[in-house]
């Protein structure tokens, strides 16, 4: 089970760091990712780690504002957001990639946690 958390109301130009923990089965094995939910939108790739932490990638909506990280020791993978625009709202979810194929699409990914709203007033 995933839990997202940290999630809030942040003026435009702020700063979030995003949790997703996971308990019962490990999440140190797999590679994880970030995705995001506007209204009225499709589910979005935001950013994904791979098992390790040695390898990131991101959305190009999102380079070099967002971070991602990982601690398997915690078993909690971070999204670290800086210079956040209104049109960083969204629901954000982190999900375990189980399955084949790109690492972009939420197809490739499982056990999804419930979410985190981040709203961005400008």
């Known amino acids: 089970q995933l839990v997202e958390s940290g999630g809030g109301l942040v003026q435009a130009g702020g700063s979030l760091r995003l949790s997703c923990a996971a308990s019962?089965?490990?999440?140190?094995?797999?590679?994880m990712g970030w995705f995001r939910q506007a209204p009225g939108k499709e589910r979005e790739f935001v950013s994904v780690?791979?098992?390790?932490?040695?390898?990131?990638y991101y959305a190009d909506s999102v380079k070099g504002r967002f971070f991602i990280s990982r601690d398997n020791a915690k078993n909690t993978v971070y999204l670290q957001i800086y210079s956040l625009k209104p049109e960083d709202t969204a629901v954000y979810y982190c999900?375990?990639?189980?399955?084949?194929?790109?690492?972009?699409?939420?197809?490739?990914?499982?056990?999804w946690g419930q979410g985190t709203q981040v709203t961005v007033s400008s």
């Open positions: 999900a375990v990639r189980k399955y084949s194929g790109t690492y972009y699409s939420s197809t490739s990914y499982d056990d």
């Open positions: 019962g089965r490990t999440s140190s094995n797999y590679d």
């Open positions: 780690i791979d098992w390790s932490g040695g390898s990131t």
